[in-house]
């Protein structure tokens, strides 16, 4: 997909490219990508990820969890995203994209134990809840630090671009990642490169509380990549359809060797930036409200019912398979104990050398430190 046949598909990095109107209906004349398969894998899984938001929500509410970060009002990008691209391409991650290993098939209790750090946590409890990760699913885990996952990504690519093999690697940021270096290098060293990369920019008009208009002077995200000769567009992030035949182009013409390319999902989040946020101190609820409107999942919901694939009794029935789903996983997930003290010498060295070896073997001489309930 070159920049002129990304223009004739209406893409551009100054406009607003939409498949859906906001009424469910799709733009006049134009035909999307996605089948009708795709599209009710996609609304089951944007339904899951908001059911398991609030559920997760309610348990750090309850003590029961230490910290959570929603993904409400962006479940299309990710969504989107994870059905766009092929079983062995890579996910470097930011942070509202952990979703994107469960469309690809990484269990759920899994899921959900990181967030607990318990023993069934396949990163062994090491990892700040919300940084999930899994190699099963080639999705790399990122850092709080803003944009560091940016030049990781363009790496990975550019390897696979010297291994000669046709992996893809997608790269994620949030709008206040654009103000860091990692950002800058990122895209220029995919340019001049020409690695597989597709990197894409969530513009949901907060980096924690500083607003998007105190980010950048330049009328979008996305032109910021003509500096760097990196084809760049500009989709409604609220717009599945829209996201998800934008990142299957963009994949398809770096898999065919034609190099990266750069996307804004212009999208909102309508929770808290964390659980450990409250937004009413920096923006008006008449703003959140107005995006609540635009909501990605009643869109896709509007769309599937026009089109004769839903309706309020498969709605319910989601619902309560979703809830059970859930709530089973959680109560399967609260009963495991936390990691063995002995597995902070796991994944270190390959193979472990003399000097840890010894000090895992006194560790293991003296019992562990009484617990208090």
């Known amino acids: 997909m070159t920049l002129d046949s990304a223009k004739i598909a209406g893409l551009s990095d100054e406009g607003l490219f939409r498949v859906l109107n906001d009424d469910g209906s799709i733009v006049d004349g134009y035909s999307s990508l996605a089948s009708e398969e795709v599209l009710l894998r996609a609304y089951r899984e944007m339904k899951r990820l908001r059911v ?52 690809r098939g990484f269990p759920l209790t899994r899921y959900i134990a990181q967030i607990f750090g318990n023993s069934h946590d396949v990163l062994k409890g090491r990892m700040q809840p919300s940084h999930m990760a899994g190699r099963a699913v080639n999705q790399v885990s990122w850092s709080s ?27 994620f940021l949030g709008d206040g990642a654009t103000s860091q270096p990692d950002f800058h290098n990122a895209l220029n060293f995919a340019a001049v ?33 003509r500096a760097y000769g990196v ?41 808290a930036h964390s659980s450990s946020d409250d937004p009413t101190r920096y923006r008006s609820q008449e703003e959140v409200d107005e995006w609540i409107a635009k909501d990605p999942k009643k869109r896709l919901q509007l769309h599937l019912t026009k089109r004769g694939l839903w309706n309020d ?11 059970v789903e859930i709530g089973e996983a959680i109560t399967l997930v609260e009963k495991y104990e936390a990691p063995a003290r002995e597995t902070i010498f796991d ?13 895992r073997k006194e560790l293991l001489n003296h019992p562990p430190a009484p617990t208090h309930s």
């Not at 750090?60 to 969504?79: K, L, N």
């Not at 490169?193 to 924690?208: D, S």
């Not at 607003?211 to 979008?220: G, I, L, M, Y």
């Open 52 to 103: 398991l938001d609030a559920r997760m929500m309610l348990l750090q509410r309850q003590g029961r969890i230490g910290f959570y970060g929603t993904c409400t009002g962006q479940e299309a990008t990710p969504i989107a995203a994870a059905l766009a691209i092929a079983k062995d391409d890579w996910v470097f991650q930011a942070l509202r994209e952990s979703s994107i290993m469960l469309v």
């Open 145 to 171: 630090c803003i944009g560091p996952q940016l030049p990781q990504a363009v790496g990975a690519a550019w390897a696979s671009k010297l291994k000669g093999d046709k992996t893809v690697v997608l790269g």
């Open 193 to 225: 490169y020409r690695v597989p990369c597709v990197t894409i920019c969530q513009n949901n008009h907060w980096a924690i509380s500083v607003p998007a208009s105190k980010q950048t002077a330049s009328s979008t995200f996305a032109v910021k990549g």
């Open 231 to 271: 084809p760049s567009y500009r989709v409604d992030g609220n717009d599945l359809l829209a996201v998800y035949d934008t990142i299957k182009r963009c994949v398809e013409a770096a898999r065919a060797g034609e190099g990266p390319s750069f996307i804004e999902c212009v999208t909102y989040r309508i929770g």
């Open 313 to 323: 009794s498969r709605e319910e029935e989601l619902e309560k398979e979703l809830n």
């Open 347 to 359: 994944d270190v060295y390959e193979q472990l050398p003399w000097h840890l070896a010894e000090q």
